[in-house]
């Protein structure tokens, strides 16, 4: 018999049960005798039945859908956390939705209120500027996950690691290889990254008794392009320094074209240390020293708690760290 055309009376005909207890086992929303229940799966796969979704999520009152926003679709680090939701939901009825924030607040508001819109289940946040009061708004006591940033809120698990450490790290490499005039490449002003990784920047000058100097503090926007505009900005200012260190490898990919347009060499003149590692960094000439966020390993725990609040399961928050990758684009300045 053609799968397609297959009805619950052909499965209760073939498993010699009512058409109730076809649809019983089918929702598994009701407990259902496992004689019965073995019978029903015995047909179902004998008759190549295979149940619709969008007809059960329409008797369920669920979309089976995540709706998921991103940021800056195309990034490599963004779209390795939504690799990293898609194979958590892997195995799952559910599927995701994509949008994107485009780092901007009111855009964010927007594609979030569609998805809501759109009857999804659950909500993915990765990322974005919103704050939690506005996320409990627009959420709707959809169960909520967020990604890439921390959330003061019980209600909200978030996944993040530790930015300021991280990037204080970062920075405390490029001290223990002998670099005392470290520039700095802020991401966007307003992006909670860019703070705690600015944070971690200070911290670890202040904790080598290196003095904070503005001139060699330098506004981006994660951009490649505005790293090849720190350079300038630097240069222009007069400002002397060995090292550099970028809030995200896509600003350290801009700063490297930058400073081989000014001749200036990586690492003999300036070191670079970025942040992110993502996959052409390691291509980058000389290849980049980065730090490593686990993104896909965030994506996929945060698909998996997502499912178990659907299904009113616990759920433990993980516990990931951020790596110093070390490469070949910081030199070790002797005494």
Same mark, same amino acid.
């Given at each position: 018999?053609?799968?397609?055309?297959v009805?619950?009376?052909d499965i209760?005909?073939?498993?010699?049960?009512s058409?109730s207890t076809?649809s019983?086992v089918?929702?598994?929303?009701?407990p259902v005798n496992?004689?019965?229940?073995?019978?029903v799966l015995a047909a179902?796969?004998r008759?190549q039945?295979?149940?619709?979704?969008v007809?059960r999520? +329409?008797?369920?009152g669920s979309s089976?859908?995540?709706?998921?926003?991103?940021q800056n679709i195309?990034s490599?680090f /963004?779209?390795s956390?939504?690799q990293?939701?898609?194979?958590?939901m892997?195995?799952?009825d559910y599927s995701?939705i994509f949008v *994107?924030g485009?780092w901007d607040?009111?855009t964010e508001?927007?594609?979030?209120?569609?998805? #809501?819109?759109r009857?999804i289940d659950?909500?993915?946040?990765?990322?974005g500027t919103l704050?939690v =009061? %506005?996320?409990?708004e627009?959420r709707?006591?959809?169960?909520t996950?967020?990604?890439?940033?921390? #959330?003061?809120n019980?209600a909200?698990p978030s996944?993040? #690691?530790d930015?300021?450490?991280?990037?204080?790290k970062?920075?405390?490499?490029l001290?223990k290889?002998?670099?005392r005039?470290?520039? =700095?490449?802020?991401? #966007?002003?307003e992006?909670?990254?860019a703070v705690d990784r600015f944070?971690?920047y200070?911290?670890?000058l202040?904790?080598?008794?290196?003095e +904070?100097?503005e001139e060699?503090?330098?506004n981006?926007?994660?951009?490649?392009?505005?790293?090849?505009l720190a350079? %300038?900005?630097l240069l222009?200012?007069g400002?002397t320094?060995t090292?550099i260190?970028?809030?995200?490898?896509?600003m350290?990919l801009?700063?490297?074209?930058g400073?081989y347009?000014?001749g200036?060499?990586?690492p $003999?003149d300036?070191?670079?240390?970025g942040? *992110? *590692?993502?996959p052409g960094?390691?291509y980058?000439t000389?290849p +980049?020293?980065?730090?490593a966020?686990?993104?896909?390993?965030?994506g996929?725990?945060?698909?998996?708690i997502? +499912?178990?609040?659907?299904?009113?399961?616990? /759920? $433990?928050?993980?516990?990931?760290?951020? $790596?110093?990758i070390?490469? $070949?684009?910081?030199?070790?300045i002797?005494p």
């Amino acid at each position: 018999m053609a799968r397609n055309k297959v009805t619950i009376k052909d499965i209760a005909d073939s498993a010699n049960v009512s058409k109730s207890t076809v649809s019983r086992v089918l929702n598994d929303n009701t407990p259902v005798n496992e004689q019965k229940r073995k019978a029903v799966l015995a047909a179902m796969e004998r008759l190549q039945y295979k149940p619709n979704l969008v007809a059960r999520s +329409l008797a369920g009152g669920s979309s089976l859908t995540l709706g998921v926003v991103t940021q800056n679709i195309g990034s490599p680090f /963004y779209d390795s956390v939504t690799q990293g939701v898609i194979h958590g939901m892997s195995g799952s009825d559910y599927s995701p939705i994509f949008v *994107d924030g485009q780092w901007d607040r009111e855009t964010e508001i927007s594609v979030v209120q569609t998805l #809501i819109d759109r009857n999804i289940d659950a909500l993915i946040m990765v990322g974005g500027t919103l704050d939690v =009061h %506005e996320i409990e708004e627009l959420r709707q006591d959809k169960p909520t996950v967020v990604i890439a940033r921390h #959330i003061d809120n019980v209600a909200i698990p978030s996944i993040a #690691i530790d930015n300021v450490q991280a990037a204080k790290k970062a920075v405390e490499y490029l001290i223990k290889s002998g670099h005392r005039r470290i520039a =700095h490449v802020k991401g #966007i002003p307003e992006h909670q990254d860019a703070v705690d990784r600015f944070k971690g920047y200070c911290e670890a000058l202040s904790d080598a008794g290196i003095e +904070l100097e503005e001139e060699l503090i330098v506004n981006g926007d994660f951009s490649s392009q505005s790293g090849v505009l720190a350079i %300038e900005s630097l240069l222009m200012r007069g400002a002397t320094f060995t090292a550099i260190f970028a809030s995200n490898d896509e600003m350290a990919l801009g700063i490297r074209l930058g400073l081989y347009r000014r001749g200036i060499r990586v690492p $003999e003149d300036v070191s670079i240390v970025g942040f *992110d *590692d993502q996959p052409g960094s390691a291509y980058m000439t000389p290849p +980049l020293t980065t730090v490593a966020q686990p993104a896909s390993d965030m994506g996929e725990a945060a698909a998996e708690i997502a +499912l178990n609040m659907l299904s009113k399961k616990e /759920y $433990e928050l993980p516990k990931l760290d951020a $790596e110093l990758i070390v490469r $070949e684009s910081v030199k070790q300045i002797r005494p």
